[in-house]
C-alpha cells in the first residue's frame, strides 16, 4: 500500500512539472529612447522562449506613459513594426497605454493622436503598473 502511494505521488509530481508554471511580467518604459523600447521587447522575446523552453508559460504586459508612450503612436513609433510583427506571434504579448498621457499630448498638439492597434487603454500607466504588482506581477525595468 505504501507503494502504491509514493508510485500515485510521484506521479501526480511529474503531471504538475509538465503542465507547468505560469509567470506574469509587466515591463514598464516611460522613455521616449528606441533603445529602451526595443530592450523592453527583447526582454519579452527572450522570456517567451526561457518559459517555453522550461514547459511554462509567461503573461507579459507592456505599460507605457510619459514620453514611453510613444512607443504606441501610429506612425511615429521606432518599433511599430516590431509590435505588430510579434503581437501576431505571442498571444500572452499586451500593450498598455497610458490614458493621461494620451489626453495631455492631444490637449498639446491640438489633434487626436492614435495609437496602434495592440494598444489597449489604461486610465492611468502608474496605477495600471502598482494593480499588476499587487496582482503578483514581476516587474521590469528595461
Known amino acids: 500500500?505504501?507503494?502504491?502511494?509514493?508510485?500515485?505521488?510521484?506521479?501526480?509530481?511529474?503531471?504538475?512539472?509538465a503542465e507547468g508554471q505560469t509567470h506574469?511580467?509587466?515591463i514598464h518604459v516611460d522613455q521616449n529612447d528606441p533603445q529602451v523600447m526595443n530592450m523592453a521587447l527583447n526582454n519579452a522575446q527572450n522570456m517567451d522562449s526561457f518559459y517555453a523552453d522550461?514547459?511554462?508559460s509567461v503573461v507579459i504586459e507592456v505599460v507605457t506613459y510619459g514620453p514611453g508612450l510613444m512607443m504606441l503612436?501610429?506612425?511615429?513609433?521606432p518599433v511599430e513594426q516590431r509590435i505588430s510583427a510579434m503581437s501576431l506571434e505571442m498571444e500572452n504579448l499586451?500593450?498598455?497605454a497610458c490614458q493621461n498621457t494620451l489626453n495631455g499630448m492631444q490637449?498639446?498638439?491640438?489633434?487626436?493622436?492614435?495609437?496602434?492597434?495592440e494598444a489597449a487603454?489604461?486610465?492611468s500607466g502608474?496605477?495600471?503598473l502598482v494593480a499588476l504588482q499587487e496582482q503578483g506581477y514581476a516587474y521590469i525595468r528595461p
Do not use: W
Open 1 to 17: 500500500m505504501k507503494m502504491l502511494i509514493t508510485a500515485i505521488t510521484l506521479a501526480l509530481a511529474s503531471q504538475a512539472q
Open 24 to 26: 506574469h511580467v509587466a
Open 54 to 56: 522550461q514547459g511554462d
Open 73 to 77: 503612436v501610429k506612425g511615429q513609433s
Open 94 to 96: 499586451s500593450f498598455s
Open 107 to 117: 490637449k498639446s498638439a491640438g489633434h487626436d493622436i492614435p495609437l496602434v492597434s
Open 121 to 123: 487603454m489604461t486610465p
Open 126 to 128: 502608474v496605477v495600471r
